[in-house]
């Protein structure tokens, strides 16, 4: 059985940092691309960042040089590094494969950012 279990969220001000990590269990995590999506209010889940086996990352244009995604294999959790947090950061934050699978989503963690 998959588990993806996210941690770290919180509230913040803007222009504020945080560190999610998410640890997986009940896969071969080296051998996975990984990513983390977000969930804002009223909107749909939408990817935010991804990074391969191999360790290379992609951003969506919105967190490029502000968020860092990266992993460690060792320990079976990957981690998303949010620096210059705004408002519209606020969401709830999931990781997942890439692509994603619907069975493996967790609960995700809350960020809110405050104005």
């Known amino acids: 059985q998959v588990q993806l279990v996210e941690s770290g969220g919180g509230l913040v001000q803007t222009g504020g940092s945080l560190r999610l990590s998410c640890a997986a269990s009940?896969?071969?995590?080296?051998?996975?691309?990984m990513a983390w999506y977000h969930q804002a209010p009223g909107k749909q889940r939408q990817l935010v960042a991804i990074?391969?086996?191999?360790?290379?990352?992609d951003y969506v244009d919105s967190v490029k040089g502000r968020f860092t995604i990266s992993r460690d294999n060792a320990k079976n959790t990957v981690y998303l590094q949010m620096n210059g947090l705004k408002p519209e950061d606020t969401a709830v934050y999931y990781c997942?494969?890439?692509?994603?699978?619907?069975?493996?989503w967790g609960q995700g963690t809350q960020v809110t950012v405050s104005s």
């Open positions: 997942n494969t890439f692509p994603m699978k619907t069975s493996y």
């Open positions: 009940g896969i071969i995590f080296r051998f996975n691309t």
């Open positions: 990074i391969t086996s191999g360790g290379s990352t």
